[in-house]
């Protein structure tokens, strides 16, 4: 009974995270889309979610943050 519950809970737990993933990713879309749509906007902000901190950095500090 223990094992099929922990199973379980794996499982679930599993759903969840996938979930959020693809939440995630639909919401990182749509804010590239938005960048690269407005004028004025630095494309290469569009997709900064993989870039390292420093490389995050230093686009803010080109921003003028």
Same mark, same amino acid.
């Given at each position: 009974?223990a094992?099929?519950?922990?199973i379980?809970?794996?499982?679930?737990? !599993?759903?969840?995270?996938?979930? !959020?993933r693809?939440?995630? *990713? @639909?919401l990182?879309?749509?804010?590239?889309?938005?960048?690269? @749509?407005?004028?004025?906007?630095r *494309?290469?902000?569009?997709?900064?979610?993989? @870039?390292?901190?420093?490389?995050?950095?230093?686009?803010?500090?080109?921003?003028?943050?």
């Amino acid at each position: 009974m223990a094992s099929a519950l922990t199973i379980g809970g794996f499982i679930l737990t !599993q759903m969840v995270l996938n979930q !959020q993933r693809r939440r995630d *990713n @639909a919401l990182h879309l749509k804010i590239d889309e938005l960048i690269v @749509a407005m004028k004025g906007a630095r *494309n290469e902000v569009a997709g900064v979610e993989g @870039a390292a901190e420093k490389e995050i950095e230093r686009l803010r500090a080109e921003r003028g943050d």
